[in-house]
């Protein structure tokens, strides 16, 4: 499970503006995930993550270094290119959602597939089943004002993986929800990891961070730590816990 | 913990000799924290001793003892459930001792104390998220013992990232300062740097 990368960074630098006034938003950071694998990223405030995030879904451009998916290098992809690689290959969770307000739950789950050419009836199918993923089926055709914020998060983490998305990028996924709607989020994401997409979660908590395989630690742009693979956990049932 | 407690409360559900209790206490807890059949059959002996229990009949044949609760064992374990658990006074947290030693000692490298801690526990806490996944919804009493330990490293997490920050916000390691008063331990060689500007 552990092969090809789905996504790679480079050694990426990410600076804002220049000279005197110039924020270095990231300062090298290399990083791999791969199919089957999902990474969370943590880190304080203005560390870095979303600027990481953006980058890996081709929102933003590096300053320096590469950021390549599925070995395609992004900069090489013309416009047209990254926006069709975007919508069949990435899902994304914004940090502030970014629902489409004049649509109901249910259009902003399917759009990105019926805008990929997928037919409305079987968007719409698959969508029904991320709504019932993420347990707001009920609320399929609610306007985005018409549900509460924990809900709006789950319409958006419902459009991230619809239609199997090989690379779901979500930044924050969590933050409304309380503790047993968060763990069901996380536990679809790990789902859909287990089934073959690459992950990478931003998120500050770290009962979230620990549903990934690894956990990178960000910190004024720069990898501080990480913790390694995986091991067997009934090594801790024989030390008692 | 309260083995004398969590042995009542079992019993509550009827009759039953250590070896059972034993077993039945750590299916639930997932032998999280081991009990030994001679510390079972120690506290029997103490809890009928105070008659809070008693036996529910002559031994069997492989020589075993089934207790029941009297009726001062039952009041018992009703003011168990009705009562909040007692927190042990501050029990010693090593983690905090030595992160409250590296801040005021010379020569300490505190970040690389919380960041190498930090992994540890976010480690510790994936495993424990891996053994609840596998759990998956059939096992409630042990998941909810794994999240208490889940919910503790987190707490943990969050007070590194805390210490992190507050110790960022004080800059550089010279201007760490030791709570003890200036001149308090003057000849100590061991206080020396910073201490005067506290
Ligand atoms: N367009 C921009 N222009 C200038 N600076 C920016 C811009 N976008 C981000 N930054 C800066 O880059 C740094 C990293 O921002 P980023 O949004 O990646 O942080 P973050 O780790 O996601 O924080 P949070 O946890 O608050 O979401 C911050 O210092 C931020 O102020
Ligand atoms: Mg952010």
Excluded at chain 1, 223 to 230: E, N, R, S
Excluded at chain 2, 1 to 10: D, E, R, T, V
Excluded at chain 2, 35 to 40: E, I, K, S
């Amino acid at each position: 499970m552990t092969q090809q990368p789905i996504l790679r960074l480079d050694d990426v630098v990410r600076t804002h503006g220049t000279g005197n006034t110039a924020v270095h938003a990231l300062r090298g950071v290399s990083l791999t995930v791969r199919a089957g694998e999902l990474v969370a990223v943590m880190g304080p405030s203005g560390s870095g993550k979303s600027t990481l995030l953006n980058l890996a879904g081709g929102l933003d451009a590096p300053t320096e270094g590469a950021v390549s998916i599925d070995g395609q290098v992004l900069a090489s992809l013309s416009r047209a290119g990254l926006d069709r690689l975007r919508r069949r290959t990435m899902g994304f969770v914004f940090q502030d959602l970014n629902l489409i307000p004049s649509l109901t739950a249910i259009e902003n789950v399917s759009l990105p597939m019926e805008l990929d050419g997928v037919g409305v009836r079987k968007a719409r199918a698959a969508a029904r089943d991320a709504l019932g993923k993420v347990g707001i089926l009920e609320l399929a055709d609610r306007f985005p004002e018409q549900l509460s914020g924990g809900q709006q998060q789950r319409a958006a983490i419902a459009r991230a993986l619809v239609g199997d998305r090989r690379l779901v990028l979500a930044d924050e996924p969590t933050g409304a929800l309380d503790s047993t709607t968060g763990e069901a989020v996380l536990r679809t994401l790990r789902d859909q990891c287990d089934d073959g997409a690459g992950g990478l979660l931003v998120t500050h908590e770290s009962r979230h961070a620990a549903w990934a395989d690894r956990v990178i630690f960000l910190r004024d742009g720069v990898v501080v730590d990480a913790t390694g693979d995986a091991e067997t956990p009934e090594s801790l049932l024989e030390t008692g816990v | 913990m309260s083995i004398k407690h969590s042995l009542l409360a079992l019993l509550q559900d009827g009759p039953g000799y250590g070896a059972q209790l034993r077993q039945e206490f750590e299916q639930r807890t997932g032998g999280t924290w081991p009990l030994n059949v001679g510390q079972v059959y120690t506290t029997l002996g103490r809890l009928e001793r105070d008659g809070l229990v008693e036996s529910a009949g002559a031994a069997d044949e492989e020589g075993r003892i089934a207790y029941q609760l009297t009726d001062a064992g039952r009041t018992e374990v009703e003011q168990w459930w009705a009562v909040p658990v007692a927190r042990e006074q501050t029990p010693r947290n090593e983690l905090a001792i030595k992160l409250a030693l590296a801040v005021t000692l010379p020569g300490v490298d505190v970040q690389r104390i919380v960041q190498t801690q930090r992994t540890a526990t976010m480690t510790h806490l994936r495993d424990l998220t891996r053994l609840k996944r596998r759990a998956d919804g059939e096992d409630l009493a042990w998941e909810l013992v794994l999240e208490s330990l889940v919910f503790a490293d987190e707490a943990e997490v969050r007070w590194l990232d805390h210490v992190e920050a507050r110790i960022s916000r004080l800059g550089p390691p010279e201007a760490k300062a030791s709570r003890t008063a200036p001149g308090a331990t003057a000849g100590n060689a061991g206080v020396r740097e910073g201490a005067t500007n506290g």
